[in-house]
C-alpha cells in the first residue's frame, strides 16, 4: 500500500526561479494537507484540500505561493518567485473521511533549498 | 491567541525508564487533540489523538496520553523508554477549523 508520494525529495535552485513541488495522496484519501517545517517556525499549515477544493489557505506567506489540486490524486505547491527564505522541508499529508478526527498519513517531504 | 506548547526543546531519559513529553494547549473550545513522531528525514507519523471520552487515550508503539481539561494539557507517556523512541514529538490540536502544532520535542532515550 503506497504512501503518499512527493517529488522531489530534494531541490535546489536559484533565488527567483519558480519551485513546482508534487504530492500524491493515499488513494481514497478526500483531504490533503501541505506544510512547511523550518528551524525557527516550526511546523506550519500553509493549505488544505477536501475533494479537491482549498478549505483554508490562511497559512499561505505571500502570494508568490499557490497551491492546487486539479484532481483526487495529484496537488501542486508552487513558488514563484522563490526567495532564500522559503528554504523549508515542504510535507505534504492526507487523510480519508475526516479533517479533524482521522490521521493524516505524511509524505517524506522535499527538502528546498534557495540559493 | 490560540496555540499549543511544548515547554520542553528536548527529553533525556535512560532506556526502561518511563518518559513524559508536556504539552499544553490554549485554545477555546473542546479542541481535538494529538500527538505525532518524526523520525530524521521522515514524515510525521500519527501516534494517538483524544476526541471525548476516557481522559487516558492508549496510542501507537505502546505510548499513551492523559488529557487534562482543568490544566489544558495532554502530556504523551510511555511507562518503559526504548532507545528506538529517540525522535522529535509533536503535539496539536484541531480547533474551529483550524490546526496548531506545538515547536516540537526531541526525545533522547540513552541506553
Known sequence: DAGVIQSPRHEVT???QEVTLRCKPI????YLFW?????MRGLEL??????NVPIDDSGMPEDRFSAKMPNASFSTLKIQPSEPRDSAVYFCASSFLGVSNQPQHFGDGTRLSIL | AQSVAQPEDQVNVAEGNPLTVKCTYSVSGNPYLFWYVQY???GLQFLLKYITG???????????????KSQTS???KKPSALVSDSALYF???YNFNKFYFGSGTKLNVKP
Open chain 1, 27 to 30: 488513494s481514497g484519501h478526500d
Open chain 1, 46 to 51: 500553509l493549505i488544505y484540500f477536501n475533494n
Open chain 2, 91 to 93: 503535539c496539536g490540536c
Open chain 2, 40 to 42: 530524521p528525514n521522515r
Open chain 1, 14 to 16: 536559484e533565488m527567483g
Open chain 2, 54 to 68: 476516557d481522559n487516558l487515550v492508549k496510542g501507537s508503539y505502546g505510548f499513551e496520553a492523559e488529557f487534562n
Open chain 1, 35 to 39: 506544510y512547511r517545517q523550518t528551524m
Open chain 2, 74 to 76: 495532554f502530556h504523551l
